[in-house]
């Protein structure tokens, strides 16, 4: 790689799309942006931005949007090093960045792609042919991917459940929100949406709820997400549950004169 710094105007310079699809977009708003642009006013830039020949910037976007901020004209810049995929690029330059849960997860999603491709490279060179590899060889090794997002192989795969999750459940992305604003641990966040992600029960089984609590002391330190649509001043729907389980029989009728959210 030709470290040689080289300046590069501003105007030239525009973010990787793949940047922007994988972080969040800067907050200009922020004391850290505010704290980045203000060393930068004091003592420029200090790390060039890594950008390819045509001006996309591989590695630097806050630096470049700091830069813009204060209305700069010139910027020290590398180019990126040849021979190596900008995607791999991009999540090395981004290893040590400070990340949400999503972000994480983001990176983790392309990581698992290009293993793939280069596994199937590998097995396309060894058997000679272009036969897709089959599900079960897909390159998805929980500790391969969890090293190289840098988290530990439980806390990566209570992550991705949680992640997953969100896609197709409104409760579960709201409490992924919440651990990545940072209001809730990650343990605690997968505790919350378990319930949406168990395997369904063996038919013509009826198991206690694991909510029940058979005393008449009951803390429930997060409303259950499968009690109705999350909003603030909502009853723990395990509390209603619990009264139900225990003063109810099979098929009675249950009247919920204020419905609210649908607990």
């Avoid at 790689?1 to 030239?12: G, Y």
């Avoid at 390819?52 to 990126?80: N, Q, Y």
């Avoid at 992640?163 to 209001?183: M, P, T, V, Y």
Wanted: charged share 25%; proline share 5%; glycine share 4%.
């Amino acid at each position: 790689m030709d470290t040689t710094s080289i300046s590069r105007p501003l105007s030239s310079l525009k973010a990787h799309p793949l940047n922007l699809s994988i972080y969040e977009a800067t907050d200009k708003n922020s004391l850290a942006f505010a704290q980045l642009a203000a060393s930068i006013h004091e003592n420029g830039i200090l790390q060039p931005i890594v950008i390819k020949e045509d001006g996309t910037i591989i590695s630097g976007h806050r630096r470049w949007l700091a830069a813009e901020f204060l209305e700069m004209e010139e910027l020290p810049c590398v180019l990126a090093p040849d021979g190596i995929d900008e995607r791999c690029l991009i999540v090395e330059y981004n290893r040590y960045r400070i990340k949400t849960i999503s972000e994480t997860m983001r990176e983790a999603e392309l990581v698992e792609v290009l293993v793939y491709e280069r596994n199937h490279l590998r097995k396309s060179e060894l058997a000679h042919s272009t036969t897709p590899l089959t599900d079960d060889e897909r390159a998805n090794s929980l500790g391969e991917l969890a090293s190289t997002v840098g988290m530990k192989r439980t806390s990566y795969y209570r992550a991705k459940k949680i992640f997953d999750a969100a896609k197709s459940n409104e409760n579960a992305k709201q409490i992924l929100s919440k651990l990545d604003r940072g209001e809730i641990t990650l343990t605690r966040a997968f505790s919350a949406i378990k319930v949406l992600i168990d395997l369904p029960p063996i038919e013509g089984v009826i198991e206690e709820p694991d909510f029940i609590r058979h005393y008449n002391w009951m803390t429930f330190s997060t409303c259950d997400p499968r009690f109705g649509i999350l909003y603030p001043g909502r009853k723990p729907g395990q509390l209603i549950a619990n009264f139900i389980w225990m003063y109810t029989d099979e098929e009675d009728l249950v009247v919920d004169p204020m419905a609210g959210c649908g607990t």
